[in-house]
């Protein structure tokens, strides 16, 4: 009789141990109570274990509901506080180019709420989940966050600008590239604080002319490196095939003061002569890249280069063009330093 008092005892503890232990987030009243929209973003989610899952599985799937509804929570509002502010920031530059910022922002749009508090609880087959954050501990989070990426964006244009004006384009671009993936985040960060403290310095006018800073510099970039042919000597053969050669990375303009390089070019035929029916040609070709804003010359080149064909015209022809591919796949290896 005395073990099944025991008994019977224990499995009332149990019992009454486990409605204890039922959290207060599971009331509504109290989760408003207790974690108030000034102070919390919340998210709450709730169902029932599916036969083809374990305990755990269904866990962590409810948690992830949770979270993504605290954190649409804050897109919410970030959605509000941007759209406010979008609107003053007016930026220049080609429509295609500001698409790409809003790519990149997508990428980022689905947010992790840096302190991010999960709990569950599990009742009649039934799954409970919440999640929290305090709104003065994101800000702190995030008021971090901000400052790196705001100071690594910066970091990257300066070395973007110095390259781009050393004429190193290439580089420039790459750099650009990671700028722009550095300003969504910032943009991100951005929109959290905004969220959270309508009073944060989130510096809204210099990412603003960041944004369209960068905008102008990859219209700019997307030409590739604007390069003015001088031709000296009138060898349109040379010259046809060095565009050529470098269409894909360079374009050309009809003036100097549209090009970053000049690109100065003198060729003439030295000797021609025969051997049989086969007819040989001595181009000499000197060549200076000098650039355009200081005329300082940067690239200058000169060599000899034969040419052959079954007349001296064909001989002539084949040594320039030779001359020609020779340029195009040398400025080429150049500029890619």
């Known amino acids: 009789m005395k073990r099944n008092i025991i008994t019977l005892f ?21 989760r408003r109570t207790e974690y108030p929209s000034n102070m919390f973003f919340v998210g709450y989610a709730e ?21 993504a509804e605290a954190a649409e929570a804050v897109q919410v509002q970030i959605s509000s506080e941007t759209e406010s502010r979008s609107k003053s920031e007016k930026t220049q530059g080609e429509e295609q180019f500001q698409s790409i910022f809003e790519s990149a922002v997508k990428t980022t749009s689905v947010i992790e709420l840096m302190g991010l508090n999960t709990d569950s609880y599990v009742k009649n087959n039934t799954i409970y989940a919440f999640a929290y954050v ?16 705001f100071q690594e964006l910066e970091s990257t244009l300066n070395t973007a600008k110095q390259l781009e004006s050393s ?3 290439t ?15 910032v943009k991100q960060a951005q929109g959290v604080l905004a969220a959270v403290d309508r009073n944060a310095n989130i510096q809204s006018e210099k990412t603003a002319q960041y944004r369209s800073d ?15 042919v001088e031709n000296v000597s009138n060898t349109s053969l040379i010259v046809s095939t060095i565009t050529k050669a470098l269409s894909n990375e360079c374009s050309f303009p009809a003036s100097a003061e549209q090009a970053d390089y000049v690109l100065r070019i003198n060729a003439s035929i030295s000797d021609c002569y025969n051997q ?27 060599f000899s280069q034969k040419g052959k064909g079954t007349n001296k015209k064909e001989a002539t022809d084949d040594a320039y063009k030779k001359a020609g591919k020779t340029i195009g796949n040398n400025l080429s290896e150049w500029l890619k330093k």
């Open 276 to 302: 049989g029916a086969i007819f040989f040609c001595d181009a000499d070709v000197k060549v200076e890249l000098i650039k355009a804003q200081s005329g300082e010359v940067l690239y200058p080149d000169e």
């Open 10 to 30: 224990i499995a009332v503890s149990s019992v009454l141990s486990a409605v204890a232990q039922a959290p207060n987030w599971l009331d509504p009243q109290a």
């Open 47 to 67: 169902g029932e274990q599916r036969a083809d899952e374990t305990q755990n599985a269904a866990k962590a799937r409810l948690t992830k509901q949770a979270q």
């Open 214 to 228: 960068i905008i102008q510099a990859l219209a700019r970039l997307s030409q590739g490196t604007r390069i003015y």
């Open 171 to 185: 580089k420039a671009l790459a750099q650009y590239q990671e700028a722009v993936l550095l300003l969504a985040k």
């Open 134 to 149: 305090n709104k003065f501990e994101l800000k702190g989070n995030y008021v971090n966050q901000f400052k790196m990426n």
């Open 167 to 169: 004429g190193n384009k």
